[in-house]
């Protein structure tokens, strides 16, 4: 059984203790979390596809920690004119555990 969920504007597919990297959410780890925004729900081949959401399921689940992701480089140059920036970035995010669909 899977789900697609909205959250934050991403959609990640999620599975029951999975764990995800969604971004950065309210809450303490350890806090509990439930997603409304469920898109579409497989339960071993019955497909219910919302319209645009699925009425009546919910998915729920654990704030664990929350984490940085990799570093990305912004490098910005200008051709002969002797102009170049570099600058990194490091995207939050928090790790939940998905505990059930339903």
């Excluded at 780890?29 to 469920?38: E, I, L």
């Excluded at 019955?46 to 689940?61: C, F, R, T």
């Amino acid at each position: 059984m899977y789900a697609i969920v909205d959250i934050a504007g991403q959609q990640l597919k999620v599975a029951k203790d999975q764990y995800i990297y969604a971004p950065k959410m309210e809450g303490e780890a350890g806090t509990a979390v439930s997603f409304d925004k469920v898109l579409l729900v497989d339960n071993d081949g019955a497909v219910q596809v919302g319209a645009p959401l699925v009425k009546g399921v919910k998915v729920s689940g654990k704030i664990l920690e929350h984490v940085k992701g990799d570093k990305l480089i912004v490098f910005k140059k200008k051709r002969r004119k002797g102009y170049a920036k570099k600058n990194g970035h490091r995207q939050q995010f928090t790790k939940v555990q998905i505990e059930s669909i339903g």
